[in-house]
C-alpha cells in the first residue's frame, strides 16, 4: 500500500513539472484506448487571447487560444489554428493532412467529419506526417488515413477522457477561413 502511495505520488509529481517531456503511448492498435503512438503533452495553458499563438507543436494540440471555436466539419482550406485550438477544448478531434493527400484518403478523412461527430478536418501544409490526428494535450502522426489507429483515435479521444471542457458544444462555432 506504502509502494503504490509512493508510485502515485512520483507520477502526480512528474505530471505537474513544467518542464515535462512529451509521453508516447505504446498500447497496441488493436487495443482500446489511446492508439499506440499517441504523445501526450502536459502543462497547457486555457487562456482566450485576440493575438496569434506561437505554439510548441505542429500542429497545435492546447494552449491559449481564441475565445470562438471552430464549428466541426470537413474544410478545404486552412483555419485559425487558434479557433481550432479553442474546439479542441470543447472536446473535437482535429485531423489535418497535408493537401497533397491523394483524393481517396481525403473521402475518408470527409466521413469522420460528419455531421456530430465533434471531429474537424483541414489541410495543413509543411504537416510531419500526411496525416495527423490532436486532441487536447494528445497527438498521432500518421503516414495515411488509412492506418486504423486514427479511427481509433477519434473513437477514444472525441469528447474522451482529456477533454477539458466536457460537454462543451462543436457546433455553433465559426465556419469562416481566412
Known sequence: MIVAALVCAAVLVAGCSSDAAPVTSTNSAGSAGEPQGTVTYNNLSR??????????????VGGDHSPIWQQCQFYSTPIVKEQG??????????ITYQPTLPADQITVLKALSAPGADVLVTPWPGLPTP?????????????????PRLAQFVSYFANGPQTPEVG???????????
Open 168 to 178: 462543451a458544444s462543436c457546433e455553433g462555432g465559426t465556419t469562416a477561413t481566412p
Open 131 to 147: 496525416v495527423v490526428a490532436s486532441a487536447w494535450g494528445k497527438q498521432l502522426q500518421l503516414q495515411s488515413a488509412a492506418d
Open 85 to 94: 485550438v479553442h474546439s479542441m477544448e470543447h472536446g473535437a478531434v482535429w
Open 47 to 60: 487562456n482566450h487571447v485576440s493575438t496569434p499563438v506561437n505554439y510548441a507543436q505542429t500542429p497545435p
